[in-house]
């Protein structure tokens, strides 16, 4: 059964703190995404990746960043967490041939 | 601009009806359309798959069909279950990118 994991369900953090978010996919898929979403404006891209430590920013990076060092794991860091980046965080990765996102369970992060 | 646009926002029904959800899009070029179903607090997971040249496709209890010349999309449950409640969102994929609708949320009531 093909899985994305992501390594924290709920998390809360305190302003300024830094974060980071965890995601590891068992698919050998070469694309990875993290995407937020919000009541209202569905799913953002923030960055995605198409090989390891290759990374390309989506429509909403602005306070992220991302590292992929393996080709199975793909992290989210907020350097220095604010309110407005209290959401729900989701991970995915594709098949290539059919375009079919593969989501992990995702992250509800709160920030204080 | 590329856009996904959901109808209704929000859906109850009761248990054993059924209800049609609503994807309209103005994306270019247009590759295929998914739909997803998201369960609260969960990651969403893909129902169903439409390319350019297909009209209708059925998995189960769900039929979705697709007009590409007026950029239409539509989601159909059968007899509705209660684990049928969850948000169902519309994803457009042109070229490699995903646009993704803000999604019906569905309430069934036993």
């Known amino acids: 059964d093909v899985k994305v994991t992501q390594s924290s369900r709920y998390l809360v953090k305190r302003t300024g703190e830094k974060v980071f978010l965890e995601c590891v996919q068992d698919?050998?898929?070469?694309?990875m995404f993290w995407y937020r979403q919000d009541p209202g404006l569905g799913l953002r891209l923030i960055y995605f990746?198409?090989?390891?430590?290759?990374?390309e920013k989506g429509d909403i990076p602005e306070g992220y960043s991302v590292s992929r060092e393996k080709k199975e794991r793909f992290s989210l860091i907020l350097e220095s967490a604010s309110t407005n980046q209290t959401s729900m965080y989701l991970c995915?990765?594709?098949?290539?041939?059919?375009?079919?996102?593969?989501f992990g369970e995702g992250s509800r992060l709160t920030v204080l | 601009k590329n856009q996904v646009e959901q109808s209704p926002q929000s859906l109850i029904i009761l248990e054993g009806k059924n209800c049609t959800l609503q994807?309209?899009?103005?994306?270019?070029?247009?590759?295929?359309l998914r739909w997803y179903k998201q369960d609260t607090g969960r990651g969403p997971v893909s129902l169903t798959i439409?390319?350019?040249?297909?009209n209708t496709k059925s998995n189960r209890r769900y039929t979705a069909t697709l007009d590409a010349d007026t950029k239409q999309s539509s989601l159909h449950i059968t007899a509705s279950q209660l684990s049928d409640s969850a948000s169902y969102i519309c994803?457009?994929?042109?070229?490699?990118?995903?646009?993704f609708g803000t999604g019906t949320r569905l309430k069934v009531l036993a």
């Open positions: 439409m390319t350019f040249s297909e």
């Open positions: 994803v457009v994929i042109p070229d490699h990118k995903y646009i």
């Open positions: 698919m050998d898929h070469e694309n």
């Open positions: 994807c309209n899009y103005t994306v270019s070029p247009f590759s295929n």
């Open positions: 990746s198409y090989d390891v430590k290759m990374k």
């Open positions: 995915a990765s594709n098949r290539e041939d059919t375009g079919e996102l593969f």
